[in-house]
């Protein structure tokens, strides 16, 4: 079995200074792992993805991830927020399999001061 | 880009009504799956398809939920006998085969059981 545990459920950050959003993993074998954007009143929109290629994934909007096996740890970031960032963000991992179910974190609400 | 489509956006029904949420996926798509999400909680996976079949299900889908791709574009959930607790926003997803690209969500329809 796989789990995700996203480490703040609550991030504050100035607009134009870094985003760090952390979720650790746990998975019995090399797990796939994503992150999700949900704006309020949204979908669930990927942000990107890691499946056992290049393990810094560039996503979407100028996010970023980093794969570290020996933390089991694929933190978020961003250099410079925008207003536009205020969202949930969802850390989630699935199996291998490439079509297996999904387990979500908790999330973590990401808010941008002016 | 192309988008899963959720229908309705929000339905509010009586308690032990049958409710039919309806989701039509990316067309290419082979798999298609149900989650949902209570309000202030994590998304939960509920049940996967593929082949005309479910190929996984949580220990929340029980007797009271079924799935159905009745014409080859639509994908449904019902639930026969609604409960308060059925109260949540149901995602449908849909992935290519081995999910190369991730899994895409459609926004959701918010159900409410009065």
């Known amino acids: 079995a796989q789990s995700v545990t996203q480490l703040d459920s609550h991030v504050s950050v100035s607009e134009g200074t870094p985003v760090l959003l952390r979720c650790n993993y746990s998975?019995?074998?090399?797990?796939?792992l994503f992150w999700y954007v949900q704006h309020p009143n949204k979908g669930l929109q990927l942000l990107l993805k890691?499946?056992?290629?290049?393990?810094l994934v560039k996503g979407i909007n100028g996010f970023e991830a980093e794969f570290k096996k020996s933390e089991t740890s694929f933190h978020l970031t961003k250099p410079s927020a925008h207003m536009s960032d205020a969202a949930e963000y969802f850390c989630?991992?699935?199996?291998?399999?490439?079509?297996?179910?999904?387990?979500f974190g908790t999330g973590t609400r990401l808010t941008i001061i002016p | 880009e192309p988008e899963v489509t959720q229908t309705p956006s929000h339905q509010v029904t009586q308690m032990g009504q049958e409710v039919i949420l309806r989701c039509v996926p990316i067309s290419n798509h082979l798999y298609f799956y149900w989650y949902r999400q209570i309000l202030g909680q994590k998304v939960e996976f509920l049940v996967s398809f593929y082949n005309n079949e479910i190929s996984e299900k949580s220990e929340i889908f029980d007797d009271q939920f079924s799935v159905e791709r009745p014409d080859g574009s639509n994908f449904t959930l019902k639930i026969r006998s609604t409960k308060l607790e059925d109260s949540a926003m149901y995602f449908c997803?849909?992935?290519?085969?081995?999910?190369?690209?991730?899994?895409?969500f459609g926004s959701g329809t918010r159900l409410t059981v009065v």
């Open positions: 989630v991992v699935s199996g291998r399999g490439g079509n297996e179910k999904l387990t």
């Open positions: 890691y499946t056992s290629a290049a393990t």
């Open positions: 997803a849909s992935s290519d085969l081995g999910g190369t690209y991730g899994y895409t």
């Open positions: 998975s019995s074998y090399s797990p796939s």
